[in-house]
């Protein structure tokens, strides 16, 4: 059986600003392309997710603006399910991405974020659905605790590994650069039956008190990283939604994280082109 997924989180507005460079302070420069495209880390992850076989549903927040509109336009298009929005008094999320000749973005948040406002008092999450709090805040530790009450398979994302409120989730999912150096996340495995952390080139570690496990980055020719990270995120949801094992999961998340760097989006790329690059034989 396919788990159900729910994610949790921002969708916003990116504007992404192409340079030759990185630029230096007190200098003038031109872009080499300027563009404007839907982001926002739960909202590409949730888009990115809906192109496999998993219902995927999306729990988010947009201000009553033409930023707004626009954004749930694309939700109310694409292939996600369900999206429970709440509406918020203030700009819908926006952010000024700038990528340099490395193809690595800096990412500038242009508007208040409201994310730690964000409930799910009113998502209707059940046995055996995963949960996925893709950018944790401790103001969600009420949700948290009734998705695990209802028997939902729960995620969190690496913040979660330093707030010692969340006593118990199933899975930490996110990136190194979202938790203090020097953590070993293995002092964590009390609170946490697994945890995945993905640390750029240097690849994808998974940690649980059975084993520990390491996925390579894949090589290939980057033109834009912005989605990597939610890209492999993407695919370890799918794994984990199809009950695949975890070095599965880890090869298919990195796998996606790949193909989405080859590409200028911030959302991952359709899984049916994940699947026609890696030659994926598994029915996702």
């Not at 008092?121 to 009734?146: H, K, M, T, Y």
């Not at 209802?150 to 913040?159: E, P």
């Amino acid at each position: 059986m396919v788990k159900r997924v729910w994610v949790q989180g921002p969708i916003a507005i990116d504007t992404v600003v192409y340079l030759e460079k990185f630029p230096t302070p007190g200098t003038f420069m031109n872009s080499t392309k300027t563009v404007e495209r839907t982001g926002g880390t739960s909202a590409n992850v949730a888009l990115g997710l809906s192109t496999t076989k998993v219902e995927t549903n999306f729990v988010g927040y947009l201000g009553d603006d033409e930023n707004g509109k626009k954004l749930r336009k694309v939700l109310e298009e694409s292939q996600i399910r369900k999206s429970i929005i709440t509406e918020i008094d203030g700009p819908t999320s926006h952010a000024l991405i700038l990528v340099d000749d490395k193809a690595e973005r800096t990412i500038i948040s242009m508007t208040t974020p409201y994310l730690r406002e964000l409930r799910m008092d009113n998502v209707p999450f059940s046995e055996p659905d995963i949960v996925a709090f893709i950018l944790w805040r401790e103001e969600f530790i009420g949700d948290l605790q009734r998705a695990e009450k209802s028997g939902c398979l729960t995620v969190v994302g690496a913040a979660a590994l330093v707030d010692a409120n969340v006593l118990h989730a199933n899975l930490v999912l996110g990136s190194i650069s979202d938790s203090p150096s020097g953590i070993n996340p293995e002092d964590h495995l009390d609170r946490f039956d697994e945890i995945v952390l993905t640390d750029g080139l240097n690849g994808a570690h998974y940690f649980s008190k059975q084993k520990k496990l390491h996925q390579s980055a894949f090589s290939v020719q980057a033109v834009d990283v912005t989605g990597a990270g939610d890209a492999f995120i993407c695919g370890y949801l799918t794994g984990l939604a199809n009950q695949l094992d975890p070095d599965t999961c880890l090869l298919l998340a990195s796998q996606w994280a790949a193909s989405s760097v080859q590409v200028n989006s911030s959302i991952p790329p359709a899984f049916e082109l994940v699947r026609k690059e890696w030659g994926i034989e598994l029915p996702l």
